[in-house]
Structure formats: C-alpha cells, structure tokens
RNA sequence: GCCGCCGUAGCUCAGCUAGGUAGAGCGGCUGGCUGUUAACCAGUUGGUCGUAGGUUCAAGUCCUACCGGCGGCGCCA
C-alpha cells in the first residue's frame, strides 16, 4: 500500500478530500460507543474531526480499548454526512494508536485552580490554543511593523547588576556568588544601542517582583520595547499608535475565526485608528475632579482613575505631561515648564495602562540633577551617564506590555491566559 | 505591604447556621443500547474532610495557629 500524505483536519473540514481516501494523526478528543459503532471525535492542530468505526472492521478491539486524549493515526474515507457535526466524518480502515492514554485528569466541572494546577494539560484545550495563535500573530504584526519603519531588533541582557527604576521590584540572585538582578527593562541597553543604530526595538521578558495580586499582573511577562534617536514626543505617541492600529487591524483581518470562536469583541478592534485621544495630565486631572474623583494634581492615578479616564473614550488613548515627582529619573524635563517630565502613558478600556514612553533626559547635567533629587547612586548608572557624555541626542522609547495587550484584546478576564505558562505571585508551575 | 474569600472522593460540590461517626453528580470499572454529538440506561468503585493543636462523652462542623490557593487595593506594563 502506498503511504499516503497527512491530511490537516481543517482541509478535510473545508470540503478539500470528499469521498477521498486520507490520513489523519491527532490525540481523541471524545469517545461515544455503541453496541455496533464507536466515534472517535479526533483533535490535531487544525481542527476536529469524528471518525466512525464499526465492529466488522479489524480495528474494532484498537478503537475499544482506546482512551481520551490517546494518540493516533487513523486511515479511512472522508464521507459528508448530516450526522457529524463538522459535516464531515472519516470512515476509519485503519487505526494505530501511537501513545495510549492514561485517563485524562481534565473532564468537566473545571475550576480555575485545578486548571492551573494542570496548565501543561490544559493548553491543550481548544480556547488556549486558539489563545497561542493569536498570541503569534500579534508578534508577527509587532516584528512586521518595526522591520517595516526601519527599526532593528536588538538583543538586550537578562541579568543585570543595578537598578534601572526603583530597586524594590527587582528578582535579585546569586552570580558565581555576587547579587545580580533580573531585568525589569531593556530600556537604558535600548538607549546605547541607538548611538550607532538610531532605531532599535526588541521583545523581551522582563522581571517584576511586585506582590500585585490582580487579573492583570504577572512577575514574568513579555515587554515590546522601542528607542529610536532624533525624535520627541509628537514622534513617540505617532509610532506607537501606528503600531497599535497596526496590530489590531491585522489581527481583525487575520484572526477573525480565532476572534469569534473565543467570543471576544472584534469590533472594538476595528475602531483603533490614528490618531488616538489625546490629553494631558493636568488635563485628565481637571476631567476626574469634574466627575467627583478625590484625585489632585501632583498624585498619580490609581486604578479607578484610570478605569473612569478609558470609560470616557471606550478605546485605547494617550494621557501625557506628567508631574515629575511621580516619574522615573530618566524622564526629560519640560524646559519651559520643571515640574513636567515628557511622559506618556497608554490607557484602554478595564485594564487601564499597557504601556509606558518618553523623551529620555538627553543634558548630562539634567540627569544628574535628578539622579541626586530621588537619592539614586550615581555610580549605578556611570555608563548611563556616559551615554549623555558623547554625541548625546534627543531620543524617545515605550514599553508595551504584550500580555496586557492582548487580555484588552480578547476580552480575557484573566492575564494569566495571555501567556501559556504564567507566573504570578503564588504560581509557578508547571 | 494592607484587606476579603476559599480548602470535603481523580474532578465539581452539598453537609457547617443549630457538634452525633461521610453524601450527590461527573470520571473510572462492569453490563446494556440500531448513528452518537459533553451520548444514554443500570450497577459498581472511590475519602487521614489542607496540617497541627485545643474545647467536648463526641469535631468535616466550634476555637487558635500554620500551610496552600483565589481576588480587591497599593505599585506597575
């Protein structure tokens, strides 16, 4: 007999092999047995398929004594019938079983603990993996867009020996016996790498030791992070709206099906257009005062602030100019105005900031002034520094949180699904 | 860091208010069933009630501590 090709379920599905013989390799996604016929429902990674085997065929005995979640290859006819419920089902010739399950721990009535417990299982499942693929094709938009603006994709370190924000967030771990750390931000390496490239971006994790306990938080997650030299804020908040409508209308157009079958909103997806709201801090301010927020200027939003704030415009916008108390050491100063730093961040509906950016202070003296004003070593960042030393320039960057992104995205009510393998405060296995 | 909730069979839960010696559904197993759609029907299997103390004649139930988990705030992307 000749070997035939593999068939992907989902061809078979779209009508592609009628009447045709195929094969099929999968894992079971569902047993029903009779007393004439058993049906094997079929899993691979396009779709599934019910596969129908009768106690006439020499298969009969395989087909009784496999289990859920088993692996297989199967040999039969595509036949069209009413009674499948893809429209489609294979009359098994053949069935091989590579790998026999032992019974499946997941089954129904599955609470959230017990489906993070067996998360290496349940990534099986038809929502994670619909999850997963969404998940690329965000990356690929990312990478798409960044390639198509000229930006080169830098590699930045995960260990790192001083703090790039404050200190208290960081992992901190043994290095042949010294106290390193784990990155937070690629940030201050994205800036070296621009005096000799311009634009740089990169997709990394990054490490926060914060103990947020929220659906929107996670101690390992996957940060888009551009730099690029010349430029300021009008440059910073153009490009990373670019890049958001890029990502969104892609995935809209690409990922309708995986949309749709997850039941997350598509629509809000499609209104992401240039350019995005726009305000300033002083701005949202006066807005949250007006609807009785206790908030004053000088204070940083929490997140009731923001959720009220992303209400208002129902899609993602910029807030910007913010007090310098509230910002980090390297944001530019306003040189018209000290008590703002050229800051931005990035707000959507319920999960609020996704994203951060700014002009970087550029005048060593700058730096340094505002190092010392927050009690910061100066030591810790003498190469930093030595970045304003030489041919210093006017430069601007953002982080976006990936995973945050795409819980805004697909409407998930938890940011662990947005990465297969979460960690969180209290989760770190499998 | 602060606050709230949860922990009983492989899984989902009831039992706790009012202390009296462990229940259901799903899964597994066995049998039945003329094509099922999370199949169905019958039977059966299955438990140191998170851990350690305490109160009591008696604790899954009341008390204390601890452990594990979930969420809210703060902080952040």
Known sequence: MMPMPIAAIQDILDGKYAGKPVSVRGWIYRK???????????????????????????????????????SVMITGTVKQDKRASGGYEITVEKLSIIGLAETFPITQDKSEEFLRDVRHLWLRSRRMSLIMRVRSEVLRFTHEFFRKEGFIEVSPPMFISSACEGGSTLFGLKYFGKDLYLTQSAQLYLEALIYSLEKVYCVAPSFRAEKSRTIRHLTEYWHIEPEWAFADMDDLMRVEEDLLSYICQKTAEDCKREIESLGADISKLKVVNTPFPRITYTEAIEKL??????????????????????EEFGKPFFVYAYPRQIKAFYCKTHRDNPDLVMSTDMLVPRIGEISTGGAREDDKEELLRRIRELD??????KWYIDLRRYG???????????????????????????????????????
């Open 32 to 70: 029903r047995e009779s007393k004439k016929t058993i049906f094997l429902v079929v899993r691979d990674a396009s779709g599934i398929i019910q596969c129908t085997v009768k106690t006439d065929n020499p298969s009969w005995t395989q087909a009784e004594k496999i289990t859920i979640e088993s």
């Open 289 to 310: 005062t007006a609807k009785g927020f206790k908030i004053k200027w000088g204070e940083d939003f929490g997140y009731d602030d923001e959720k009220a704030l992303a």
């Open 392 to 430: 210093t320039v006017p430069h601007v960057g953002f982080g976006l949180g990936l995973e945050r992104l795409l819980t805004w995205m697909l409407d998930l009510e938890n940011i662990i699904d947005a990465i297969p393998f979460p960690r969180t405060t209290r989760r770190f296995y499998p």
């Open 376 to 381: 910061l070593r100066e030591e810790d960042y």
